[in-house]
């Protein structure tokens, strides 16, 4: 496949989010247009925005795509609809959560995608497991090792080293 490079953002705090986001990386990796390239460690994260929740796991992907940057969109949120995602609360609990970080080097602001994902800069829940396998990778003019380097990374642990977690 000879597709663009797309990276992703995926959490979870409800149910089984390991296995919620482990599933939603095989469900994409057995598409014909979608190769799942390189995945972070899984982190377990505090909560973020709201905080009176339970905590989360994250991880980051790098995925080779033949679909567009809408398309890949599409494909996510019917995965998080499959895995009976619900959209109550801004920041709230949630099974699964996956968002498209970057794509390529788009850069796009549109009312559906915003491309680099407009907050993901600040965010070190995003940032630790996309430094995992993208340290060098350029967002906004710093590389994500850049960024780390300045987010909130407080609390943020390893939850499992193996970077194979999502194929158990």
Same mark, same amino acid.
């Given at each position: 496949?000879? /597709? =663009?490079? +797309?990276?992703?953002?995926?959490?979870?705090?409800?149910?089984?989010?390991?296995?919620?986001? &482990?599933? =939603?990386?095989?469900?994409?990796?057995?598409? #014909?247009?979608? @190769?799942?390239?390189?995945? @972070?460690?899984?982190? #377990?994260?505090?909560?973020? /925005?709201?905080?009176?929740?339970?905590?989360?796991?994250?991880?980051? =992907?790098?995925?080779?795509?033949?679909? /567009?940057?809408?398309?890949?969109?599409?494909?996510?949120?019917?995965?998080?609809?499959?895995?009976?995602?619900?959209?109550?609360? #801004?920041?709230?609990?949630?099974?699964? %959560?996956? $968002?498209?970080?970057?794509?390529? +080097?788009? @850069?796009? &602001?549109?009312?559906?995608?915003?491309?680099?994902? !407009?907050?993901?800069?600040?965010?070190?829940?995003?940032?630790? !497991?996309?430094?995992?396998? +993208?340290? +060098?990778?350029?967002? $906004? /003019?710093?590389?994500?090792?850049?960024?780390? &380097? %300045?987010?909130?990374? @407080?609390?943020?642990?390893?939850?499992?080293? %193996? #970077?194979?977690?999502?194929? &158990?």
């Amino acid at each position: 496949m000879t /597709g =663009a490079i +797309a990276t992703l953002g995926l959490g979870g705090n409800l149910g089984e989010p390991r296995r919620a986001m &482990a599933d =939603a990386l095989q469900m994409l990796d057995a598409r #014909r247009d979608c @190769s799942v390239r390189a995945v @972070s460690r899984l982190f #377990r994260t505090p909560p973020w /925005g709201k905080t009176d929740q339970a905590w989360f796991f994250n991880a980051c =992907a790098e995925i080779e795509t033949t679909l /567009g940057p809408e398309t890949l969109l599409d494909v996510c949120l019917d995965i998080e609809r499959q895995m009976k995602r619900v959209r109550d609360e #801004r920041w709230g609990p949630r099974t699964i %959560d996956i $968002d498209v970080l970057t794509y390529g +080097a788009l @850069s796009q &602001a549109d009312a559906r995608l915003e491309l680099p994902h !407009p907050r993901m800069t600040t965010r070190g829940f995003v940032l630790m !497991p996309l430094a995992d396998f +993208a340290p +060098a990778m350029t967002v $906004d /003019g710093r590389t994500i090792e850049d960024w780390l &380097a %300045d987010a909130d990374v @407080s609390g943020i642990e390893v939850a499992d080293e %193996d #970077r194979q977690w999502w194929r &158990a």
